[in-house]
Nanobody, 115 residues
């Protein structure tokens, strides 16, 4: 059974930082393509960042230079380091794994940026 469990969300002030984690089980993590997505209230879910099995990364334009995606294959975990957070970054953040032709989602973690 594949499980993706996100953690690290919370309330942060504008300009602050958070690090999200996503722990995976039930897949060969080192061969999976991992990504982060988010969904703000009343909006569709959108792509944020991705990291391939070889470590290649990509980002949505609005988070470039502020967010960093990384992975630790020994811990079966993918991270999203978020800095210089803005109110518009407020959303539920979801982890996604692409593995052997299938897609798996975590349950999400809430990030709220507010003073």
């Amino acid at each position: 059974q594949v499980q993706l469990v996100e953690s690290g969300g919370g309330l942060v002030q504008p300009g602050g930082s958070l690090r999200l984690s996503c722990a995976a089980s039930g897949i060969s993590f080192s061969t999976a393509a991992m990504s982060w997505h988010r969904q703000a209230p009343g909006k569709q879910r959108e792509y944020v960042a991705a990291i391939g099995s070889g470590g290649t990364t990509a980002y949505q334009d609005s988070v470039k230079g502020r967010f960093t995606i990384s992975r630790d294959n020994a811990k079966n975990t993918v991270y999203l380091q978020m800095a210089s957070l803005k109110a518009e970054d407020t959303a539920v953040y979801y982890c996604k794994a692409g593995w052997r032709g299938s897609t798996y989602w975590g349950q999400g973690t809430q990030v709220t940026v507010s003073s």
